[in-house]
């Protein structure tokens, strides 16, 4: 079956950088798109990036265009969202997502941007 697992999030203060990981399994993981969303409490998901599935397309919501950036390792059914210039408003939970005739999502891994 699908599966998404995300790491690597926690606490950073404003100006820091963070990666986040995404690891695939039971699907053809180079043929797919994978896209980064996040959400705040009360807000609807928001898509901030996306990677095509041979790693070399790419688009990126104007929110973090130019601080953000996604790649993946087909080698190791992973995908990376490495973030640098963080802000407070940066802070939300962050999901990792691949639609198979459906919305497959991980279980999210939170990042949390305070100095």
């Known amino acids: 079956q699908v599966q998404l697992v995300e790491s690597g999030g926690g606490l950073v203060h404003p100006g820091g950088s963070l990666r986040l990981s995404c690891a695939a399994s039971?699907?053809?993981?180079?043929?797919?798109?994978i896209n980064w969303y996040r959400q705040t409490p009360g807000r609807e998901r928001e898509l901030i990036a996306s990677?095509?599935?041979?790693?070399?397309?790419?688009n990126y919501a104007s929110s973090v265009k130019g601080r953000f950036t996604t790649s993946r390792d087909n080698a190791k059914n992973t995908v990376y969202l490495e973030m640098n210039s963080l802000k407070p408003e940066d802070t939300a939970v962050y999901y990792c997502?691949?639609?198979?005739?459906?919305?497959?999502w991980g279980q999210g891994t939170q990042v949390t941007v305070s100095s």
């Open positions: 997502n691949v639609l198979i005739r459906r919305d497959y």
């Open positions: 039971g699907f053809p993981f180079n043929l797919y798109v």
């Open positions: 990677v095509s599935g041979a790693g070399i397309s790419f």
